[in-house]
């Protein structure tokens, strides 16, 4: 899909442009106390990894508004969804609340989200300071409804320890897909004990990066059909089953019961694919110390990584608007954008913070996340009803995964299914 890589055209060169923020996150926010707004913002949020992050922005949000009070309603990634839908329907959700590409439309159409044009004047925000890809991700109908917190790429987390243990040389950005099977093959012990890597089912970790790096495509640019029928989309996804077939991986049963993240945290896997975000579990593990990141193995000469972003929306129905609108835009200055990058909560959106979220952890190498963002990004493949076709992705892939059912008869079904999706959106 020529072309689709627009998000390092229309994107990056913005967010790097302001180039580098000075004075610590203390000082940035200097206003005088506002006491006119106030009352009580419930915040919802799916990374818990976040959470000090989030309570630094509130110390520093209540020095402006000190009669705003922030209740953290934190959740892991399927609660998060499930009590969305659920408050959605009933009328009890968060005042504010983390948005996704793949959902956005949904809950925009649906009338939950506050359409914030006019805070966005009245706070005379600039929106051309953020990532134009995020931005526009986030404006459904004309109208803007969230504004960006944050931007993540993929990368491949490894432990330096276990590549010693082993004596294995550590991974370099310019190594291929066969140099990290090779690689998996070497860390992975007979006994159950290690295992090279996590090979499971997932997207935005896994098979989507693979996809795009083979020549396939997820949905086509005009979100009417799948590319899971065609051959160079199967072969992305038959890389990760070359490696669960090999052995070099805990079995699908195991990564669906305790998740790749949590066993490379744990010390069962010696490298794991993880998105920027990771870095905060990391700095609070006990293996901090021995664990470094390095760019995705090419394919064939090629290298690709999925972008995404989150943005923070508005619930419509709001009983607190000012107090709800004051923790967005706060959350979408200068202030919380270098807490996000000094704490490694997560690549900050706003222009010219990135640097700083890399040199605030020199020892690890989060310049690569920086790189393949600007080198050879795709944009988090998504449409109107990308949950449900999501569904089917999950449920289809899974038998490949599991060893099951061949990759190309799992992703036929999935192409058929999903393109009755797209048909009716």
Not at 143 to 172: C, H, R, S
Request: proline share 4%.
């Amino acid at each position: 899909m020529k072309g689709i890589r627009k998000w390092m055209a229309i994107g990056l060169a913005a967010l790097m442009a302001g180039g580098m923020l000075t004075g610590s996150a203390t000082a940035v926010f200097a206003e005088e106390a506002n006491t006119d707004v106030s009352g009580e913002v419930r915040y919802a949020y799916w990374d818990n990894n976040q959470t000090p992050y989030i309570e630094q922005c509130i110390e520093e949000f209540n020095k402006v508004y000190p009669n705003v009070t922030i209740t953290l309603e934190p959740n892991t990634w399927d609660e998060y969804w499930t009590k969305l839908e659920a408050a959605a329907t009933g009328g009890s959700i968060a005042d504010v609340f983390w948005m996704n590409g793949p959902n956005i439309t949904k809950y925009a159409n649906g009338g939950i989200l506050m359409p914030i044009d006019d805070m966005i004047q009245e706070q005379g925000i600039d929106t051309a300071n953020y990532p134009a890809g995020l931005v526009s991700l986030y404006n459904i109908g004309g109208a803007q409804y969230a504004l960006p917190k944050d931007f993540d790429t993929i990368g491949v987390w490894y432990n330096k320890a276990i590549f010693d243990e082993m004596g294995v040389e550590y991974p370099t950005d310019d190594w291929t897909w066969e140099d990290m099977a090779e690689k998996a093959a070497q860390l992975t012990k007979d006994d159950g004990s290690l295992y090279g890597i996590g090979a499971g089912f997932d997207t935005q970790c896994g098979i989507y990066n693979t996809i795009f790096a083979c020549g396939g495509y997820v949905i086509s640019e005009d979100k009417k059909s799948s590319g899971y029928d065609l051959a160079e989309t199967q072969a992305g996804v038959q890389c990760w089953i070359d490696l669960m077939s090999s052995g070099v991986s805990p079995s699908e049963a195991s990564l669906e019961e305790t998740t790749a993240d949590a066993q490379f945290l744990s010390g069962r896997l010696a490298m794991y694919w993880g998105g920027s975000w990771f870095l905060g579990a990391v700095k609070t593990s006990d293996l901090k110390d021995n664990i470094d990141v390095v760019e995705l193995p090419s394919i064939d000469g090629k290298k690709a990584t999925v972008i995404h972003g989150l943005g923070n929306c508005i619930y419509v129905d709001t009983k607190v608007p000012d107090a709800a609108k004051a923790w967005v835009s706060f959350l979408a200055g200068e202030t919380a954008n270098l807490i996000s990058a000094q704490t490694g909560a997560a690549i900050p959106a706003l222009a010219g913070t990135a640097q700083q979220w890399v040199d605030a952890t020199p020892e690890i190498n989060l310049k690569s996340f920086i790189t393949s963002s600007e080198e050879y990004s795709y944009p988090y493949p998504a449409s109107a009803n990308t949950a449900e076709w999501q569904t089917y992705e999950a449920d289809c892939l899974k038998t490949a995964f599991s060893l099951d059912v061949p990759v190309a008869d799992a992703c036929a079904e999935l192409a058929e299914k999903m393109n009755g999706v797209l048909a009716a959106e």
